[in-house]
T-cell receptor
């Protein structure tokens, strides 16, 4: 079965500091993609970053980067220089196989302290 | 703004009723997805359409149905509503529906009383 596990229900970080959110997944697919989505209080789902499983290089988007460990099926998100606007629920997800459906984790609620 | 639109933003209705949620994908996107976000079940995939045809089905109840029209907009119909159907319903779209990023609409918040 395809699953995504986020073991940290809540995290907190000081403004300007770095924080890492954890995610592990399980899939039988050989070709798949991994995503981090952000859901702020507005409830909009916003794409933060994506990683193609066939790429060894970790994806980066400005202050956001991932640590993709394919053998360990681990996909963590690092947020550098945290800002107040980063406070949100963060969801890890993967898609793969014949469909593009997203399987989501349960989310990590990130608080940013001024 | 993702370019995906959903109407209505909020919907309040009673048990046993039927509602229709509407979604317009981003310009050029052929694939539409529906997801349900509830407190007890999290974010769950319901159904996917590609260019008018059903592509994949997830945990969608038999009381729920969807379709995608020739102009590519999609509707999710929820009938015989129960209290447990109260949730945030998202529509997402992607270009062709395989190994792509999905862009989400703002969601429709449904409250069943």
């Amino acid at each position: 079965a395809q699953t995504v596990t986020q073991s940290q229900p809540e995290m907190s970080v000081q403004e300007a500091e770095t924080v890492t959110l954890s995610c592990t997944y399980d899939t039988s697919e050989s070709d798949y993609y991994l995503f981090w989505y952000k859901q702020p209080p507005s409830r909009q789902m916003i794409l933060v970053i994506r990683q193609e499983a066939y790429k060894q290089q970790n994806a980066t988007e400005n202050r956001f980067s991932v640590n993709f460990q394919k053998a360990a099926k681990s996909f963590s998100l690092k947020i550098s220089d945290s800002q107040l606007g980063d406070a949100a629920m963060y969801f890890c997800a993967h898609s793969g196989g014949a469909t593009n459906k997203l399987i989501f984790g349960t989310g990590t609620l990130l608080a940013v302290q001024p | 703004d993702s370019g995906v639109t959903q109407t209505p933003k909020h919907l309040i209705t009673a048990t046993g009723q039927r509602v229709t949620l509407r979604c317009s994908p981003r310009s050029g996107d052929l694939s539409v997805y529906w997801y349900q976000q509830s407190l007890d079940q999290g974010l769950q995939f319901l159904i996917q359409y590609y260019n008018g045809e059903e592509r994949a089905k997830g945990n969608i109840l038999e009381r729920f149905s969807a379709q995608q029209f020739p102009d590519l907009h999609s509707e999710l119909n929820l009938s015989s509503l129960e209290l447990g159907d109260s949730a945030l319903y998202f529509c997402a779209s992607s270009l062709a529906g395989y190994q792509e990023t999905q862009y989400f609409g703002p969601g429709t918040r449904l409250l069943v009383l």
